[in-house]
Structure formats: C-alpha cells, structure tokens
C-alpha cells in the first residue's frame, strides 16, 4: 500500500468511525493493517486531531467483536493521548492564569474545540501587548521565544516552548487573519468570550460565532485544507443550535470573509451528510452563498485539500476588495502583501523543504 493511498483510505476511515461508528468498513480496514500502516494511521489521525475519538469507536468495536489484539492497541493509543492531554491541559489553566494575572485578558483559540482530543499546539488570543505576554510567559515558566517568521509578525502571533510541555504555546496578540488584518472582528474574541470546562479545569474560549470565525480565517484563508476535526466540531455547534447565523454574517461581512464563511459551513453539511446521511439545519440563504462544494475538494497527504485555483484566489480577491471598498487601509494593505509572501513561502520551500522564516 503506497503512503497516498494509505492516507487517502485513512481520512475515508477517519471520517466514518467519526461521523457514522456503526459502519464496520473502517473496523475491517483498521484490523488489516500491519503494525507500521497502524502507526501511519495513527500519525493521520493525530493531524486531524480525532485520535481518541475514532479509537474510542475502534475499540468499542473491538470489544463487541472479541478482538482482544485490536481492543488492546486502542488501549494502548488511548493511554498514550490521554497522559499528553492531562500534561497538555495542567501547562493550559497555568499559562492562562498567569496571562490573566499580569493584565493580559485570554481565550483559548481551536485547541479546546477538538475535546474530547486535543490540538497539537496550544492556541491562545490576547487584547493585552505583546511585551506583557512575553514578560509573563517567560518570568513564569522560563519558556523560550521561538524564531518568528515573517507570516508570524505580519499576523503578531508569538511561539513559546516550556520546559515539560510537549506542545507549542502560540500566542496572537491583538490581531487576527493570516496578515494580521482583524482588529476590531479580534475584539469580540474577548468581549464575548465564554466559560468552558474541560476535566477538571475551566477555560475561556470563544463564543459560538467567533468560533466559526476562528476555523474559517484557519482553514479557508491561511491553510486551505480542512481535517476531520474541523467537520467533526463545526457539525457539533451546528446540530446543537448554537450558532446565531445572523449575528455570524453580520460580523463576516464586516471582516470581509463572509464567503469564506458560508463555503466553510457548507463544506461541513455536505461531509455530514455524505458519511452520515444527517442534514444539518443550515439555512439555505448560507448554502447559496458558497463559492464551491464538496465535490472540488480533493485529498493530499492526511488532508482534505481546497484547490488554490480558482477557490483560493477568489476569496482572497473578494476579500481584499471587500475591506478596501470599507475602507480598512491598513487592513487591505496587510492582505496585500500576501501575494508575494506566498510565492516567496513556495520558492523557499522548495528549495529547503521548510517554511520556516517565511510563513
């Protein structure tokens, strides 16, 4: 089995244990593969952020089936994520405590929308400047400032690593958006910012509304792929009613990503029904308003992949048109960098195989 069709089998696996875990096609392919594929598997299904999810459903399968092989390598994947997670979590209520002590208001960005999985990196958002969050970071838990690329500083974002802490803390001092262009739409992320609890502890993490913001700059206008955690938690707000799809256009349109916004949401309804036959309730006014469908999305390496040409190009165009016709200068002026750093991130990836220093 080569590693392309490896991982584009893992995601059609991934997707059903997750969406539909009455299947049994995934249990039957999961229990085929030799020791290294399931490893390989794994890796897949940690870039997702869905390990403990599908090996929760593998597992329980197993256990129903008396694959006692099978039923003990979740066991053994289980334990090994849950003690990351428990290390993961203990550095998480710290850091935002002492963040939040030394005037620096935060909220936990994507890393607390996969539970009962984790994100690989620790995500956070702060009003405060960025010489209080390195003060703090670095007086409290001697972390490291990592090397910034130029992406990092268009976009204010801070890397740390902290002794003990497997994970990066990624910090985004007062801006949002692949260039750093949300301000104001950033605000909201604090003011509307709600209670979470996970375990034991209670976070602060974005409202609903900010959330889908949160995924959508991610995913549709920095990384262009989604993963199965992304359908997984959208689908959750979704079929929970959480959302305020008013409130959600009005703040999208102001940031000038409403398109974005309403592809995201349907490329979330169409994976939903393809692999569970549910509907989500999303508004039809939504659905129209995507620039694409499932249909153009296409699978490389352990992602599901948005083509750059034309999607990409129009979003960023509808968008770079949209916040200057407002009237965001200095906005439109940092998404009009973009360009030339994307083709100088490639040029350079190329050649060294890193993005580092670049995006």
Known sequence: MST???????????????????????????????????AEFIGIANRNHVV?????????????????ELKEW????????????????????SICRELESNGCP?????????????????????????????????????????????GD????????????????????????GQAGEHTELAKRFIIRRRHKRVQKFIFFVPAPEETVLAATFQRMYRHFFLRVCDILNTATLIQDQQLDYAELK???RAGGIWPGVATYLTLVA???????????????????????RSNKIFCRGPFLRIPLMPYVGMLYSLQLVQTTFAGHLSAALRLSLL????????????????????W
């Open 153 to 176: 500083c268009l976009a204010n974002k801070w890397s740390f690593a902290i002794p003990g802490l497997r994970e990066a803390v990624e910090v985004h001092v007062q801006r949002l």
């Open 52 to 68: 403990v999810r599908a090996c929760n459903v593998i597992g329980s399968h197993a256990q129903r089936l008396g694959s006692e």
């Open 4 to 38: 392309n069709v490896n991982s584009r089998r893992s995601i059609d696996a991934l997707l059903h244990l997750t969406l539909n875990p009455e299947s049994a096609e995934p249990l039957r392919y999961v229990a085929d593969l030799s020791p290294a594929q399931r």
């Open 74 to 93: 979740t066991r053994g994947v289980l334990a090994a994520e849950s003690a990351r997670i428990d290390n993961a979590l203990e550095f998480l209520t």
């Open 250 to 252: 009005r703040k999208a």
């Open 270 to 292: 169409d994976y939903v029904n393809r692999y569970s036959g549910t509907v989500l309730g999303i508004p039809e006014w939504i659905s129209s308003a995507a620039l694409f």
């Open 106 to 150: 935060v909220c936990v960005l994507k890393s607390l929308d996969h539970t009962p999985d984790l994100g690989g990196d620790l995500d956070l958002f702060t009003t405060a400047n960025e010489q209080a969050v390195i003060t703090a970071m670095l007086k409290a838990f001697r972390a490291q400032v990592q090397p910034r690329s130029l």
């Open 339 to 358: 360009p030339a750093l994307f083709s100088l991130a490639a040029v350079h990836g190329k050649v060294t195989g890193k993005d580092q220093g670049v």
